[in-house]
């Protein structure tokens, strides 16, 4: 297909509205559409209609099976994939596909993460099909979207409470909405834009690299002499290869009707990013999975790799997911769009008090949903946000939420650009920035969360957000509903304003990368989790437990087994790159070092005989001696120190002993390693360095 005609081929692998209309009767077209629009159950009746005409559109597209698609806790999409054909009497084949098989699969639940939640014999669990995600064909299977739950109905997947806390939002936003008059929005939807960060590199390098391989990560690595310093990387001319491999991804994407829409070259060398146009949040995350999935099989036909580790490259920038939430409702209205005069919109001003509430109130399950032993390398560090929560309003709002506070005119700021060159028309001065070392910036008519980590699935930091959110304009509309109209604007001013006094220590406009921040910070109270093992325990904290159970999202029970799944996920991750530090400084390195030292003393030797100067000869083979020495003691040291973190039982202990004890050690051995490498023949050194890696792609 000419990549020229994008039209002609955007969504061409998707069951979409354009299919569903000219492949359904009428009626039950509508009862799709009102299913996937509103989120009214489809009539079981319709089922079997509505999976024969997919069946038939997925075959023209080259499908010979089909797939509940879903997302475990394992950080990752599963599928198991289930052919159409069925036997007849004659021994041939027919091809069927029921709407029992579209609606629900039984996959084995058994091997999944269930934190507690499931016995091991308790084998069965449910995959439920989600109509309002868009089923789609790839690869010859067709993929339906789905919830997964064990066999008694627990939840062991991201995407049942995200559909949860959309709806709750909805009921909660509309609430609010109707006590401003507004009759004719009948749904609100939670919407995102994920922009998503990435590395490339050259598979050859990468499979000399036993740490990229188990880990995702670079384990050692030397700082070249250049790295990200001189800013020419950032939106820089793409390379041929780059380009080539861009241009694929977007065709790809497209035809799977994902709304790729801006590739650039980010900070890093080697370093780029993806972002998409908006999306429900439901849509927004099943296309991210496929996204992420999609951008590594693209880049293996380039022979590259794509790199999601939030830290792949000590030293350097790395990689995030800055997640663009807001609030639509389906009359059009953008629930977070301040408008031309915001502080006259009391409306906008309502649901900015409840995001600010909300965030101040809820910091810690906002930490925790960033929260991973990969994002614990990134955040804090070379353009990340720091570890803090906080919200930038950005100098127009926030002049809007003081004059609210104080009672006062708010007088705008707002200004034209004058850029002094004729040709050049002036343009409007934006009302905010979008302040890159906050974690959750207000930029326009949105909020931009930046503390999620590029591997992450965006489910769990949107069904947070969205709940948090709802609580908040819950307690707002049960104060205002039985207010008459004669005290409406005096009575939500006063909560409103009441709502910044108490919370206005979340606000903080100024450079999140500075020690003053943190020092103000814990002046302000604000909660400061540096790790993830110091914020996933707050999970459990009885305002979270509460908030999440008032609207149905989780029980305590589930809270309690997700906080066990991310500690044990935290401990897994640190153990593997442990054993991958230990197996590699054993067989690579050390041994690498020992040899060229025995080179460097054969030399002394020769030299001396000769009555030649040896003393640089010396000189190395003393420091790379030393240093060798102490990496091997170190390895013995980290052996220890992961054997006793493994024998725990307790999952936090577990988990502390990983990040005080090993993670520590792991940071010495790789420092003594790197600073061998920088003294070895590069034509010695068993593994491609950094400089290889990042700038020869």
Same mark, same amino acid.
């Given at each position: 297909?000419?990549?020229? +005609?994008?039209?002609?081929?955007?969504?061409?692998?998707?069951?979409?509205?354009?299919?569903?209309?000219?492949?359904?009767?009428?009626?039950?077209?509508?009862?799709?559409?009102?299913?996937?629009?509103?989120?009214?159950?489809?009539?079981?009746?319709?089922?079997?209609?509505?999976?024969?005409?997919?069946?038939?559109?997925?075959?023209?597209?080259?499908?010979?099976?089909?797939?509940?698609?879903?997302?475990?806790?394992?950080?990752?999409?599963?599928?198991?994939?289930?052919?159409?054909?069925?036997?007849?009497?004659?021994?041939?084949? @027919?091809?069927?596909?029921?709407?029992?098989?579209?609606?629900?699969?039984?996959?084995?639940?058994? %091997?999944?993460?269930?934190?507690?939640?499931?016995?091991t014999?308790?084998?069965?669990?449910?995959?439920?099909?989600?109509?309002?995600?868009?089923?789609?064909?790839?690869?010859?299977?067709?993929?339906?979207?789905t919830?997964?739950?064990?066999?008694?109905?627990?939840?062991?997947?991201?995407?049942?409470p995200?559909?949860? %806390?959309?709806d709750?939002? &909805?009921?909660?936003?509309?609430?609010?909405?109707?006590?401003?008059?507004?009759?004719?929005?009948?749904?609100?939807?939670?919407?995102?834009?994920?922009?998503?960060e990435?590395?490339?590199?050259?598979?050859?390098?990468?499979?000399?690299?036993?740490d990229?391989?188990?880990?995702?990560?670079?384990?050692?690595?030397?700082?070249?002499?250049?790295?990200?310093?001189?800013?020419?990387?950032?939106?820089?001319?793409?390379?041929?290869?780059?380009?080539?491999?861009m241009?694929?991804?977007?065709?790809?994407?497209?035809?799977?009707?994902?709304?790729?829409?801006?590739?650039?070259?980010?900070?890093?060398?080697?370093?780029?990013?993806?972002?998409?146009?908006? +999306?429900?949040? =439901?849509?927004?995350?099943?296309?991210n999975?496929?996204?992420?999935?999609?951008?590594?099989?693209v880049?293996?036909?380039?022979?590259?790799?794509?790199?999601l580790?939030?830290?792949?490259?000590?030293?350097?920038?790395?990689?995030?997911?800055?997640?663009?939430?807001?609030?639509?409702?389906?009359?059009?209205?953008?629930?977070?769009?301040?408008?031309?005069?915001?502080?006259?919109?009391?409306?906008?001003?309502?649901?900015?008090?409840?995001?600010?509430?909300?965030?101040?109130?809820?910091?810690?399950?906002?930490?925790?949903?960033?929260?991973?032993?990969g994002?614990?390398?990134?955040?804090?560090?070379?353009?990340?946000?720091?570890?803090?929560?906080?919200?930038?309003?950005?100098?127009?709002?926030?002049?809007?939420?003081?004059?609210l506070?104080?009672? %006062?005119? !708010?007088?705008?700021?707002?200004?034209?650009?004058?850029?002094?060159?004729?040709?050049?028309?002036?343009?409007?001065?934006?009302?905010?920035?979008?302040?890159?070392?906050?974690?959750?910036a207000?930029?326009?008519?949105?909020?931009?969360?930046r503390?999620v980590?590029?591997?992450?699935?965006?489910?769990?930091?949107?069904?947070?957000?969205?709940?948090?959110?709802?609580?908040?304009?819950?307690?707002?509309?049960?104060?205002?509903e039985?207010? &008459?109209?004669?005290?409406?604007?005096?009575?939500?001013?006063e909560?409103?304003?009441?709502?910044?006094?108490?919370?206005?220590?979340?606000?903080?406009?100024? +450079?999140?990368?500075? $020690?003053?921040?943190?020092?103000?910070?814990e002046?302000?109270?604000?909660?400061?989790?540096?790790?993830?093992?110091?914020?996933?325990?707050?999970?459990?904290?009885?305002?979270?437990?509460?908030?999440?159970?008032?609207?149905?999202?989780?029980?305590?029970?589930?809270?309690? %087994?997700?906080?066990?799944i991310?500690?044990?996920? !935290?401990?897994?991750?640190?153990?593997?790159e442990?054993?991958?530090?230990?197996?590699?400084?054993?067989?690579?390195?050390i041994?690498?070092?020992?040899? !060229?030292?025995?080179?460097?003393?054969?030399?002394?030797?020769?030299?001396?005989?000769?009555? @030649?100067?040896? &003393?640089?000869?010396?000189?190395?083979?003393?420091?790379?001696?030393?240093? =060798?020495?102490?990496?091997?003691?170190?390895?013995?040291?980290?052996?220890?120190?992961t054997?006793a973190a493994?024998a725990?039982?307790?999952?936090? $202990?577990?988990?502390?002993? !990983?990040?005080?004890?090993?993670?520590?050690t792991?940071?010495?051995?790789?420092?003594?390693?790197?600073?061998?490498?920088?003294?070895?023949?590069?034509?010695k050194?068993?593994?491609?360095?950094?400089?290889?890696?990042?700038?020869?792609?």
């Amino acid at each position: 297909m000419s990549k020229a +005609n994008v039209t002609e081929y955007f969504a061409c692998d998707v069951f979409n509205d354009e299919v569903m209309r000219a492949r359904l009767p009428k009626p039950i077209y509508k009862a799709l559409t009102k299913t996937k629009k509103m989120g009214v159950a489809l009539d079981p009746a319709y089922a079997d209609v509505v999976a024969n005409a997919i069946k038939d559109w997925a075959i023209e597209r080259g499908a010979t099976h089909y797939t509940h698609w879903f997302q475990p806790m394992t950080g990752s999409t599963a599928e198991k994939h289930d052919s159409f054909i069925s036997p007849t009497d004659n021994n041939m084949i @027919i091809l069927n596909f029921s709407g029992k098989a579209l609606v629900k699969g039984e996959p084995d639940a058994s %091997s999944f993460p269930s934190g507690g939640l499931r016995q091991t014999c308790s084998a069965r669990g449910y995959t439920i099909w989600d109509p309002t995600s868009p089923i789609f064909v790839k690869e010859g299977s067709l993929y339906i979207p789905t919830a997964f739950v064990s066999y008694t109905g627990e939840t062991l997947d991201k995407k049942t409470p995200l559909l949860r %806390s959309m709806d709750v939002l &909805s009921e909660q936003a509309l609430r609010v909405l109707r006590l401003f008059g507004n009759t004719t929005a009948t749904k609100v939807t939670s919407t995102v834009g994920p922009e998503q960060e990435y590395f490339l590199i050259d598979k050859k390098m990468y499979d000399q690299r036993e740490d990229l391989i188990m880990t995702g990560r670079t384990l050692f690595g030397a700082t070249p002499p250049k790295g990200q310093e001189m800013d020419d990387q950032y939106f820089a001319n793409l390379k041929p290869r780059i380009a080539a491999y861009m241009a694929d991804l977007d065709e790809t994407l497209w035809k799977l009707g994902i709304y790729a829409h801006t590739k650039h070259n980010e900070v890093a060398p080697a370093q780029h990013e993806l972002a998409p146009i908006f +999306n429900t949040s =439901n849509v927004s995350t099943d296309q991210n999975s496929l996204t992420m999935e999609v951008m590594k099989k693209v880049a293996l036909k380039h022979d590259l790799v794509c790199l999601l580790h939030e830290k792949p490259f000590a030293g350097v920038n790395g990689s995030g997911k800055h997640n663009n939430w807001s609030m639509s409702a389906n009359d059009g209205q953008n629930l977070l769009d301040p408008g031309s005069t915001p502080s006259e919109n009391m409306q906008f001003l309502t649901f900015l008090c409840a995001v600010l509430k909300g965030v101040d109130e809820y910091a810690s399950l906002l930490r925790i949903s960033a929260s991973s032993a990969g994002n614990d390398h990134r955040l804090g560090a070379h353009e990340a946000p720091p570890a803090i929560i906080s919200i930038y309003m950005g100098e127009e709002l926030q002049g809007v939420l003081d004059a609210l506070e104080n009672n %006062s005119t !708010y007088k705008s700021e707002s200004q034209e650009f004058k850029i002094g060159v004729h040709a050049l028309p002036d343009f409007p001065k934006d009302s905010t920035d979008r302040n890159r070392t906050s974690p959750f910036a207000f930029t326009g008519n949105r909020f931009e969360f930046r503390m999620v980590g590029s591997s992450d699935n965006i489910a769990c930091p949107n069904h947070l957000l969205n709940t948090i959110v709802a609580g908040e304009l819950c307690e707002i509309a049960d104060q205002m509903e039985g207010v &008459s109209a004669e005290d409406f604007d005096t009575r939500l001013k006063e909560l409103l304003v009441k709502i910044i006094k108490e919370h206005k220590r979340i606000i903080f406009n100024g +450079n999140g990368y500075s $020690q003053e921040w943190v020092e103000e910070a814990e002046r302000r109270g604000l909660p400061i989790y540096r790790t993830t093992v110091e914020a996933v325990p707050h999970y459990a904290d009885e305002k979270n437990v509460a908030l999440l159970e008032k609207f149905g999202i989780f029980t305590r029970a589930q809270i309690h %087994s997700r906080m066990e799944i991310l500690l044990e996920r !935290y401990c897994k991750t640190v153990n593997i790159e442990s054993l991958t530090m230990i197996d590699m400084a054993k067989k690579k390195f050390i041994p690498v070092a020992l040899s !060229y030292c025995k080179e460097l003393c054969d030399g002394i030797a020769v030299k001396g005989g000769l009555g @030649i100067d040896a &003393s640089v000869e010396r000189s190395l083979a003393e420091k790379i001696t030393a240093l =060798n020495s102490e990496a091997y003691k170190l390895v013995l040291e980290l052996e220890e120190k992961t054997a006793a973190a493994a024998a725990l039982e307790d999952m936090y $202990q577990m988990a502390l002993a !990983y990040r005080e004890n090993v993670v520590f050690t792991m940071e010495k051995l790789r420092k003594c390693v790197d600073s061998i490498e920088v003294m070895m023949p590069s034509e010695k050194w068993p593994v491609p360095a950094y400089s290889e890696m990042i700038f020869n792609v």
